[in-house]
């Protein structure tokens, strides 16, 4: 639609009890500093900036905004869907959750901006440590990549991986790797999201399903 009318610009809608729900279905499902970053305050995509200028406002001062000018709104019908997990948070836990703890919507909101700021620096940090690490054709060079601490390397894996798997390297698969690699044999091979990684003459690479 945007693009049809020419539009560059899309204000997105989410508010603070949105980004606060985000963050803990991120921790539920083991996110990192990445995952419990929760949504970005605005990002690029198809041409387009999407931005969401109210996620420091809670959902009450929308409606009241919304009602005082007459705008008409719509509800997404998804978020009452109890099969996903949203729906379920929002319909049976949230006002018991918040009755509980009242100060909850807004100190995991500070969660999701302080794990913004740690993504960017464990990117920033990445991709120094990818720089001698990286070599021909994206292999990961292990060499140089023994030389880092355990963290350092997982955070390198994490990233290194970002080059083929939209979703990231499964924890799984990390902790395997930190663990085998520089032992394993000449082409040893692990199971990833969409192929495998295979070990040779001290690389790691990635190759697809079908190769």
């Given at each position: 639609?945007?693009?049809?009318?020419?539009?560059?610009?899309?204000?997105?809608?989410?508010?603070?009890?949105?980004?606060?729900?985000?963050?803990?279905?991120?921790?539920?499902?083991?996110?990192?500093?990445?995952?419990?970053?929760?949504?970005?305050?605005?990002?690029?995509?198809?041409?387009?900036?999407?931005?969401?200028?109210?996620?420091?406002?809670?959902?009450?001062?929308?409606?009241?905004?919304?009602?005082?000018?007459?705008?008409?709104?719509?509800?997404?019908?998804?978020?009452?869907?109890?099969?996903?997990?949203?729906?379920?948070?929002?319909?049976?836990?949230?006002?018991?959750?918040?009755?509980?703890?009242?100060?909850?919507?807004?100190?995991?909101?500070?969660?999701?901006?302080?794990?913004?700021?740690?993504?960017?620096?464990?990117?920033?940090l990445a991709?120094?440590?990818?720089?001698?690490?990286?070599?021909?054709?994206?292999?990961?060079?292990?060499?140089?990549?023994?030389?880092?601490?355990?963290?350092?390397?997982?955070?390198?894996?994490?990233?290194?991986?970002?080059?083929?798997?939209?979703?990231?390297?499964?924890?799984?698969?990390?902790?395997?790797?930190l663990a085998?690699?520089?032992?394993?044999?000449?082409?040893?091979?692990?199971?990833?999201?969409?192929?495998q990684i295979?070990?040779?003459?001290?690389?790691?690479?990635?190759?697809?399903?079908?190769?």
């Amino acid at each position: 639609m945007a693009h049809e009318r020419d539009l560059s610009l899309v204000l997105l809608a989410q508010h603070r009890q949105d980004q606060a729900e985000t963050v803990l279905l991120q921790a539920l499902r083991s996110g990192g500093p990445a995952g419990l970053s929760a949504m970005p305050r605005s990002t690029q995509r198809q041409g387009i900036h999407w931005v969401r200028p109210w996620l420091d406002q809670p959902r009450a001062a929308l409606e009241a905004y919304a009602r005082k000018f007459r705008l008409q709104f719509v509800n997404d019908p998804s978020n009452q869907d109890l099969r996903l997990g949203r729906g379920r948070l929002r319909e049976q836990v949230w006002e018991a959750f918040a009755s509980a703890f009242p100060h909850a919507e807004v100190a995991l909101a500070g969660t999701a901006r302080r794990m913004q700021e740690a993504a960017q620096c464990n990117a920033e940090l990445a991709a120094m440590d990818m720089a001698p690490c990286v070599g021909e054709g994206g292999t990961l060079v292990l060499a140089p990549w023994a030389l880092l601490s355990a963290a350092r390397r997982a955070n390198v894996l994490r990233h290194w991986s970002a080059q083929w798997s939209a979703k990231g390297m499964p924890e799984t698969l990390v902790a395997r790797l930190l663990a085998e690699a520089m032992s394993a044999r000449n082409a040893s091979r692990w199971p990833a999201p969409g192929g495998q990684i295979i070990r040779l003459k001290g690389r790691l690479s990635f190759c697809t399903a079908a190769a």
